[in-house]
């Protein structure tokens, strides 16, 4: 049993762990690095349109590599928005366009963006109002 912990302790002594960076220091941990914060999305515009009885919303965002997603809330008051759809965040940098469609229905809607950044910030939009009783609607 001696010759088994003699042998261990011998087998530390010339231990070189594979991350050492400096070969004469075997004992070294590696270097800790640290990724910068992440930076937040901006929503840049927001618009919207009623064609061919369809709600075509459109919004561009910049730094477009932090979005996470998008949650497309409507309301017919004004006040109580609920979430109507979920539109995911692409990969390209810098800034991206976006759409949602819906069936435009037959009173006035409120619609707004809730962006979700990847480090969980939020953002909304302004609330635009879409009336399909005009000819063509758009904010």
């Given at each position: 049993m001696i010759k088994f912990f003699t042998l261990i302790a011998i087998a530390c002594l010339f231990y070189t762990p594979l991350y050492s960076q400096n070969p004469s220091a075997p004992f070294t941990t590696p270097s800790i690095i640290s990724a910068a914060p992440?930076?937040?999305?901006q929503l840049v515009s927001f618009k919207g349109s009623i064609t061919n009885n369809?709600?075509?919303?459109q919004w561009v965002v910049?730094?477009?590599e932090t979005a996470d997603?998008?949650?497309?809330?409507?309301?017919?008051?004004?006040?109580?928005f609920?979430?109507?759809?979920?539109?995911?965040?692409?990969?390209?940098?810098?800034t991206e366009e976006y759409?949602?469609?819906e069936k435009?229905?037959?009173?006035?809607?409120?619609?707004?963006?809730?962006?979700?950044?990847?480090?969980?910030?939020?953002e909304y939009s302004a609330v635009i109002q879409l009336d399909p009783h005009s000819p063509k609607t758009e904010k």
């Open positions: 992440l930076s937040s999305a369809k709600v075509i919303l910049n730094e477009n997603q998008f949650a497309v809330e409507k309301s017919e008051d004004g006040k109580s609920m979430l109507t759809g979920l539109v995911f965040g692409s990969d390209k940098t810098q759409e949602f469609y435009a229905n037959s009173k006035k809607v409120s619609y707004r963006i809730k962006l979700i950044n990847k480090n969980k910030k939020t």
